[in-house]
């Protein structure tokens, strides 16, 4: 079975970092364009970040300079590096695979 797990979610005061890692299993994770997607209370869901097979990233322009995807094949995980967080990067973060396989999700509170 296709899993993905979050972790590394928390409460930081603003200007704090956190770092968010998810660990994929059941697929060959290097051959999927993985993404971390995040839905505000009460709002749309916003594409954060992404990484695709060649290694190409993308980021939303709210959080780049900020924010820096990166993924460890041989651990077959994704990680999100979150500094400089400000109150308006509070959401719940997903790790998503193809955008198809996602997970359960790790809440990120900055206050």
């Known amino acids: 079975d296709v899993q993905l797990v979050e972790s590394g979610g928390g409460s930081v005061q603003a200007g704090g970092s956190l770092r968010l890692s998810c660990v994929a299993s059941?697929?060959?994770?290097?051959?999927?364009?993985m993404s971390w997607v995040r839905q505000a209370p009460g709002g749309d869901c916003e594409l954060v970040s992404s990484?695709?097979?060649?290694?190409?990233?993308d980021y939303a322009e709210s959080v780049k300079g900020r924010f820096t995807i990166s993924q460890d094949n041989a651990e077959n995980t994704v990680y999100l590096q979150m500094n400089t967080l400000e109150p308006e990067d509070t959401a719940v973060y997903y790790c998503?695979?193809?955008?198809?396989?996602w997970g359960q999700g790790t809440q990120v509170t900055v206050s």
């Open positions: 990484i695709t097979r060649g290694g190409k990233k």
């Open positions: 998503a695979a193809e955008m198809y396989y």
């Open positions: 059941g697929f060959t994770f290097s051959n999927y364009y």
